[in-house]
């Protein structure tokens, strides 16, 4: 069966430090993934998708099909980092998306 | 640019009550999703649209919702009737197109709550 998991609902860290958002999935085929974010009273957003290999905000995640993982990293958390993330897979060709429960990051001075 | 466009922003609505969501894409974008996100979760296909077909609606409750998508343009999401557990924020995304590197549009969002 397809998942995305999310296994931490909450990340605190302080403003400086790094910040790693873990995202792991399961799926036969292979997988595209995607992180999409989520501001405070804002709409969810695209952040960055695993195709482009981009990196955005300072944000990089590696896909690790050993691991299945696809893992949302920052060397230097910034307070305006602070907001809802989801990992999501594609899971068809048509670009139908399974997101997971997502992951709470609160950036403290 | 507007973005997606959704209303109403909130309902409040009684179980067995009927209830619609309407939705304007991106201008040009073929592609319009619906999407329930219930409390705690991320969002959860409910019918994807390629212009006015329903191109993939098994995640949808047919029993009581249904969409629409006429001239391939504005959406509308109906419940009838709602029940306590529909309360969720419903979503509504568009793209350009099927191809896997086009970004989904999200609008803000219809929090219903059903009493």
């Known amino acids: 069966a397809q998942r995305v998991t999310q296994p931490e609902k909450l990340l605190s860290v302080f403003k400086g430090a790094p910040v790693e958002l873990k995202c792991n999935y399961s799926?036969?085929?292979?997988?595209?993934l995607f992180w999409y974010v989520q501001y405070s009273r804002q709409r969810l957003q695209l952040l960055l998708r695993h195709i482009s290999r981009e990196s955005i905000k300072g944000f990089t995640a590696d896909l690790n099909k050993g691991e299945t993982s696809f893992h949302l990293k920052k060397p230097f958390a910034q307070e305006e980092d602070s907001a809802m993330y989801y990992c999501?897979?594609?899971?068809?060709?048509?670009?139908?998306?399974?997101f997971g429960a997502g992951t709470q990051v609160v950036v403290t001075p | 640019e507007a973005g997606v466009v959704q209303s109403p922003r909130y309902k409040i609505i009684e179980k067995k009550q009927p209830v619609a969501f309407w939705c304007n894409p991106i201008s040009g974008h073929n592609t319009l999703y619906w999407y329930r996100q219930n409390l705690g979760q991320g969002p959860e296909l409910l019918i994807r649209y390629e212009n006015e077909e329903a191109v993939d609606d098994s995640q949808l409750p047919k029993d009581r919702f249904s969409a629409e998508r006429l001239k391939g343009v504005d959406s509308t999401l109906k419940i009838q009737p709602a029940e306590l557990g529909d309360s969720a924020v419903y979503l509504c995304?568009?793209?350009?197109?099927?191809?896997?590197?086009?970004?989904?549009?999200f609008g803000p969002g219809t929090r219903l709550t059903v009493l």
């Open positions: 999501a897979l594609q899971t068809d060709s048509w670009g139908k998306l399974q």
């Open positions: 995304a568009s793209s350009l197109g099927q191809l896997i590197y086009n970004e989904q549009f």
């Open positions: 799926y036969s085929g292979s997988p595209e």
